[in-house]
């Protein structure tokens, strides 16, 4: 199994990001619905002003194999999308767990 950790750090106005961090994450939710190898997946946007990063997603698929394939599915590009231009940062991490 292997756990897949991604933050954000968005561009714009607070009340910008918070839009576009509540739009993303609804958008991710209903990915389990659609991608097959994606096991389950939490979403969380900060609510520490103390940190800068904005929005926060954990992953599980079989193996690292499948994080690709969860990230090339079309659902997922499309989710992506909605953030695409407003991102700053991203980091990731992917372990086995």
Known sequence: MVKHIVTFKLK???EERLALANKFKAALEALPEQIDV???????INENP???FDVVLTAV?????EVNIYAKHPAHVAAASII?????TRACVDYNI
């Open 50 to 52: 103390n940190e800068s």
């Open 61 to 65: 698929v079989a193996t690292l194999d």
């Open 84 to 88: 695409g231009g407003h991102v700053d």
């Open 38 to 44: 994606l096991q389950c997946i939490e979403v969380g």
């Open 12 to 14: 714009g106005s607070s």
